[in-house]
């Protein structure tokens, strides 16, 4: 990331002695990431007079922290928050937790601390911060001047950094899945086969957002569905979110025990064209409604024409799950360092996946290891996608 204040928060950790371990190369990096978002901010207090700017929003703390992520509290009166000024930055946390905070989460970072007893209000520190002063915030709150159009727009240009970790995270994302889905009993519920996942996922230090797993057809009926006691008797979808270091990804895997049928296998190859050719039609610099025209000419004359009304064909990703979605309408065009979820759904079948566009085109994150996959060749470049894992009965 370019810095846009150089000469507040100049970049010269690079230059420190090399780091021994990668935990050190990293911290190293987070350091540099941390002080170039600040940087950002100098900008944006520059642009609106402000003498500092109040952040409330957790996406936004997890984007200008390089990826911390809060955990342990009770309510949104014990919430922390973040306090920049041109020269300094501060942690605003209950006293309770700021030891913790500080050793796990913000060490070597460059933050202060402004905190509150336990038997004191966050809304006094906070109130009293703000008082009489020119204070921007990521949200409504006082008489601040609201910069939370800001935060949405940057937040979703990730850096080289963030799609190192995205990577990283897609790897146990994948990983959880696929091997939930060659492992698991025939016959278990829903809620005994997402615990499988959870279970992976935070073995490896990620964290499950949200856990989806459909058997037997409930996708037909709820394009969006959670997890129930249904038990899988012959086939399923396993889908979750997870985050790690203040980014999610999100992905999917199907499974079938016994040969596919024929209607499902028509379903799950034509979602598969849609998946390469979102890749394909997706270019930096395109408009953002070419994708779903292209969409709407491949399920022409199909059983699943008008399928592309039941759901959102993707949805960009990043420090929040969901970084937002397009209208049919849409001016939007497509920008190098946005991290998109596609979402190929064409009857009951659905293929998820989280990918990165950068200058040489779209990289999964979520691809498939240990899987079966199919390849597909549309303008004479191979693409390999994940298949159904069919398992014996």
């Keep these: 990331m370019e810095l846009a204040n150089p000469a507040v928060f100049p970049a010269t950790l690079r230059e420190e002695q090399t780091a021994v371990t990668v935990g050190e190369a990293r911290s ?22 402000a003498e500092g700017v109040l952040i409330l929003n957790p996406a936004n703390i997890r984007w200008l922290t390089a990826g911390t992520n809060f955990l342990g509290l009770l309510g ?8 920049f000024s041109t020269h300094q930055r501060h942690l605003l946390a ?3 937790d700021t030891q913790r905070f500080f050793e796990k989460e913000l060490d070597g970072l460059g933050f202060q601390l402004k ?11 906070l ?28 937040r979703r240009k990730l ?49 499950p957002v949200t ?12 394009r969006r569905e959670g997890t129930s006691d249904c038990c899988l008797h012959t086939w399923g979808i396993f889908q979750a979110t997870a985050r790690m270091n203040g980014l ?12 596919l049928p024929q209607a499902l296998r028509e379903a799950y190859d034509l979602a598969l064209k849609l998946n390469v050719a979102f890749l394909v039609v997706s270019k930096q610099g395109e408009k953002i409604s070419h994708t779903l025209e292209v969409t709407k000419n491949i399920l022409k004359g199909t059983p699943y024409e008008h399928d592309w009304r039941l759901a959102p064909i993707f949805q960009l990703t990043g420090s929040d799950a969901s970084e937002g979605s397009f209208a049919a309408v849409a001016t939007d065009r497509w920008h190098a360092g946005w991290a998109c979820v596609w979402q190929a759904r064409v009857g009951p079948m659905g293929i998820v996946d989280t990918y990165g566009l950068d200058d040489t085109g779209w990289n999964d994150f979520t691809k498939g290891f240990d899987w079966p996959l199919r390849r597909l060749i549309i303008q004479g470049k191979s693409y390999e996608r994940p298949d159904v894992l069919i398992r014996p009965v």
């Design 28 to 49: 190293v990096l987070r350091r540099v990431e941390v002080d170039a978002k600040h940087n950002l901010l100098v900008k944006l207090l520059q642009d609106t007079g």
């Design 76 to 83: 949104s009166d014990e919430a922390p928050a973040l306090f």
């Design 94 to 96: 209950s006293a309770v």
């Design 115 to 125: 905190e509150w007893h336990w038997t004191r209000s966050r809304d006094q520190l």
């Design 127 to 154: 109130g009293e911060l703000v008082y009489g002063r020119k204070i921007a915030c990521d949200g409504i709150f006082r008489d601040c001047i609201n910069v939370s159009n800001f935060f949405d727009a940057e």
């Design 159 to 207: 850096t080289g950094f963030e799609f190192d970790r995205l990577r990283e995270l897609g790897g146990i994302l994948s990983h959880a899945l696929e091997a939930t889905a060659r492992t698991f009993h025939r016959g278990e519920t829903e809620y005994e086969i997402a615990g499988q996942i959870a279970h992976r996922l935070y073995r490896h230090g990620a964290e």
């Design 211 to 222: 856990i989806s797993i459909v058997s037997d057809g409930r996708s037909l009926r709820y």
């Design 248 to 259: 999610h990804a999100t992905a999917s895997r199907t499974v079938h025990f016994g040969p």
